[in-house]
C-alpha cells in the first residue's frame, strides 16, 4: 500500500467526497485553494494527490505503474478512513479515473460528479483541436490552423493514442495561448501563478512528468469508456467555453445513463471550480445533500 497524500478537509459527520484530479499529474492543491471554504461546512472534503504526484512519493523511473495502480490507490484510502461509501468528483482525467473505479468498485460509490471530465481521449483531442483552429486564426497562422482542422476530422482509423500526442505537437506552438483553450473566466495563466505563489517546491511540480509518462505507457487511458458508463446518479458539471468534455460524450453518457443532470457554468472554461467557484460549491452541495 502506496502512502500518498491525503487532505481530509471538513465537517467529519457531512457527506464523505472525494475529489480525483486532472492533468494526468496536476494534484489537488489548486482545487482545495479555491474550494476548501466553500464546501468545508456541508461536506467532508477527501483530496489526494495521485501516486507520483505533487506531495505523494515520486514514482521510479523503473517502477511499473499504471491506471489500476490509482485504481486500487482510491480504494486503499477509502478503506483506510473507515468510510463505507462516497461520492466521487473528478476533473479532466480525474473523471476519466473516477469512472474506471466506479466500475470497479461499485458499492464504494454512491454518485458520481464529473468537472469537464473526458471518458474518450480522443473526442476530447479532436475537440480540443478544433479549439486550437480558432486560436491559430485569431493569430493569423492559416497554416497551422489548417493543420489543427485537418487532424480534428481525421479519418477514425487513427489509433487514440496518434491522435493524442499530434495534438499535443501542434498546439505546442500556440505557446501562451495555449492556455485560451482550457481558460476562460479568469486569466489565463493563473494556473502557472497558483503554482508560482505556492509554498511547494518546483521540483514536486515537477513530478507530474513521469506520472503522466508512466500513465500513456500503460495505455489503458487511450481506453474509451463510453460504452461502460457507471449506473451511479451522476451530475456533469459544464464549462460553456471548455473543450474537453465534448458534447458527443456528453449526449452518449446521458443516452447510457439515465440518472444523469447536466449543469452548464455560462463563465467558464475547463476549470468552473476556479472560474466560478462559489456557483459551482453550491451545485456540489446541492447534489450531494439531494435525494436522486
Known amino acids: 500500500m502506496v502512502?500518498?497524500?491525503?487532505?481530509?478537509?471538513?465537517?467529519?459527520?457531512?457527506?464523505?467526497?472525494?475529489?480525483?484530479?486532472?492533468?494526468?499529474?496536476t494534484g489537488c492543491y489548486d482545487f482545495v485553494v479555491y474550494q476548501r471554504e466553500l464546501l468545508a461546512e456541508k461536506v467532508r472534503l477527501i483530496?489526494?494527490?495521485?501516486?507520483g504526484v505533487l506531495r505523494s512519493p515520486e514514482i521510479g523511473e523503473n517502477d511499473k505503474f499504471g491506471l489500476n495502480d490509482l485504481v486500487e490507490d482510491i480504494e486503499n484510502v477509502r478503506r483506510s478512513l473507515g468510510i463505507s461509501s462516497w461520492a466521487v468528483l473528478g476533473h479532466s482525467f480525474g473523471g476519466y479515473l473516477g469512472t474506471v473505479y466506479a466500475n470497479a468498485y461499485p458499492s464504494s460509490v454512491d454518485r458520481l460528479i464529473f468537472e469537464n471530465a473526458t471518458f474518450d481521449l480522443g473526442l476530447s483531442a479532436r475537440f480540443l483541436l478544433q479549439g486550437a483552429t480558432l486560436e491559430y486564426s485569431k493569430l493569423r497562422n492559416r497554416d497551422m490552423a489548417i493543420a489543427c482542422l485537418n487532424l480534428a476530422f481525421a479519418s477514425p482509423s487513427k489509433s487514440v493514442s496518434e491522435l493524442w500526442f499530434e495534438f499535443i505537437e501542434l498546439t505546442n506552438d500556440l505557446g501562451e495561448h495555449r492556455n485560451s483553450l482550457y481558460v476562460h473566466g479568469l486569466e489565463t495563466n493563473f494556473f502557472e501563478q497558483l503554482v508560482e505563489q505556492s509554498p511547494l517546491s518546483s521540483d514536486e511540480w515537477s513530478k507530474a512528468a513521469r506520472h503522466q509518462q508512466k500513465l500513456f505507457e500503460d495505455e489503458k487511458v487511450f481506453?474509451?469508456?463510453l460504452s461502460?458508463?457507471?449506473?451511479?446518479?451522476?451530475?456533469?458539471?459544464?464549462?460553456?467555453?471548455?473543450?474537453?468534455m465534448s458534447m458527443d460524450q456528453i449526449h452518449a453518457y446521458i443516452t447510457r445513463n439515465s440518472k444523469t443532470e447536466l449543469v452548464v457554468f455560462e463563465n467558464?472554461?475547463?476549470f468552473p471550480h476556479t472560474e466560478e467557484p462559489k456557483k459551482f460549491a453550491t451545485?456540489?452541495?446541492?447534489?450531494?445533500?439531494?435525494?436522486v
Not at 502512502?3 to 486532472?22: M, Q, R, T
Open 3 to 25: 502512502d500518498l497524500f491525503v487532505e481530509d478537509i471538513g465537517n467529519k459527520s457531512a457527506p464523505p467526497l472525494l475529489y480525483l484530479h486532472g492533468g494526468p499529474g
Open 47 to 51: 483530496a489526494i494527490d495521485q501516486r
Open 223 to 225: 481506453n474509451s469508456l
Open 228 to 244: 461502460s458508463v457507471p449506473e451511479q446518479p451522476t451530475l456533469l458539471l459544464k464549462g460553456k467555453f471548455d473543450y474537453v
Open 268 to 270: 467558464s472554461g475547463h
Open 283 to 291: 451545485e456540489v452541495i446541492r447534489y450531494i445533500h439531494s435525494s
